[in-house]
Each structure stands twice: as structure tokens, then as C-alpha cells.
């Protein structure tokens, strides 16, 4: 039984230049979500999927970051023409129904240079 | 106005001693739930105890408890025999409309709890 796995686990690259990231949740669980994390804060709410339909956004998803979960499984995060403040761990979970919790991947930290 | 306070940035424990971080909530929501998890450095996040707004006992895993006081709006977590395994940060969340709400999660920023020998 594998948890959620995410890729890469950093990621370096220069203000301006796009990124995407990968998260492939535990198998069966059909919500995935995303969120974001910088330093000494709480993880934020980043966007939600229920199977391949996107049900919630956060307006911290500004149109620089889009997310899609083609086929109800994995899931992809870009973010283009990369800004200094993008710099954060990008957490990804998951869960499905009849389960509280969110089961978290060990995140992809971004550092943009 | 912030939805989850964590107001202790540091803690201390002696190990084998209890400790207890403290969480307070605000939502105008009949339904909720409350959930702790905990982040080592190596940055995953572990959850480790959840409550509904609706359960009438206090949650308990192991040696995580939840001190739920839902007039006072607090969800304290207890850790019972700390362990040196247990130096982490920890944190409190929320979801709001647990029956067809919102999925998101809302933390607060967190308590680092460092477990002395």
C-alpha cells in the first residue's frame, strides 16, 4: 500500500521559467487537493478535485497556476513565468469518501531563483 | 479574522512527560471537524487525530488525545509519554460544512514542539 507520491521533491529554477509538478495519490482515492506551504506558516489551500472535475479553487490560484486531473488519478500543478514569491513545499493529499482525513505526499519544494 | 490560532510558537517537553498545544477555532458552522497533524523536518505531514463537531467523546489515538471544548470554541491536543520521536511541528485544522461543504483544510501556523531527554 503506497501513499501519495509526489515529483520532483525540489525544484530549482529561474524567476520566469515554467514549472509542473506531480502528484500521484493513493490508489482508489478519488479526491486529490493542493495546497501550499511557505516558511513558518500553515499549509494553504491551494485547489480540490473530485475524480477529474476541479470543485474548488482558491483565489491564492492566481492565472499564472493551473492544476488538471486528466483521468481521475494523478494530478499536474503549473505554474508559469515562475516569480520569487512562488518560492514554497507544494503539498499534495488526498482522500475519499467516508474518510476525514487528507493523506499527504511528501511535498515538491520550489525555489525560484 | 483567523480561523485557526495556535499561539504557542514553541514548546517544551521533558520526555515521558505529557504536554498539551493549544488550538482555538472560529466558525459560524453548525458542522466542522478538527483535525491535528504533525510535520517532522523531513516536511511530510502525518495526521494524527481528528474530531467532529458533532461527536459527544472526546477523540483519542494512542497517546494523542483531543480536549474538545466546543463552547470555548478550543481543541487542545494532548501527547501523553512524549518521545524524542515526537520533536515536530504540529498543526491544527478545520473543515467547515463537513456534510457537503468545503473540502479545503484551514491550519493554523503551527506550534514546534521539541521533546528534551
Known amino acids: 500500500d503506497t501513499g501519495v507520491s509526489q515529483d520532483p521533491r525540489h525544484k530549482i529554477t529561474k524567476r520566469g521559467q515554467n514549472v509542473t509538478f506531480r502528484c500521484d495519490p493513493i490508489s482508489e482515492h478519488n479526491r486529490l487537493y493542493w495546497y501550499r506551504q511557505t516558511l513558518g506558516q500553515g499549509p494553504e489551500f491551494l485547489t480540490y478535485f473530485q475524480n477529474e472535475a476541479q470543485l474548488e479553487k482558491s483565489r491564492l490560484l492566481s492565472d499564472r497556476f493551473s492544476a488538471e486531473r486528466p483521468k481521475g488519478s494523478f494530478s499536474t500543478l503549473e505554474i508559469q513565468r515562475t516569480e520569487q514569491g512562488d518560492s514554497a513545499m507544494y503539498l499534495c493529499a488526498s482522500s475519499t469518501v467516508g474518510i476525514n482525513e487528507q493523506f499527504f505526499g511528501p511535498g515538491t519544494r520550489l525555489t525560484v531563483l | 479574522a483567523q480561523k485557526i490560532t495556535q499561539t504557542q510558537p514553541g514548546m517544551f517537553v521533558q520526555e515521558k512527560e505529557a504536554v498539551t498545544l493549544d488550538c482555538t477555532y472560529d466558525?459560524?458552522?453548525?458542522?466542522?471537524?478538527l483535525f491535528w497533524y504533525k510535520q517532522p523536518s523531513s516536511g511530510e505531514m502525518i495526521f494524527l487525530i481528528y474530531q467532529g463537531s458533532y461527536d459527544q467523546q472526546n477523540a483519542t489515538e494512542g497517546r494523542y488525545s483531543l480536549n474538545f471544548q466546543k463552547a470555548r470554541k478550543s481543541a487542545n491536543l494532548v501527547i501523553s509519554a512524549s518521545q524524542l520521536g515526537d520533536s515536530a511541528m504540529y498543526f491544527c485544522a478545520m473543515r467547515e460544512g463537513v456534510q457537503g461543504g468545503s473540502e479545503k483544510l484551514v491550519f493554523g501556523k503551527g506550534t514546534k514542539l521539541t521533546v528534551n531527554p
Open positions: 466558525t459560524s458552522d453548525p458542522s466542522y471537524g
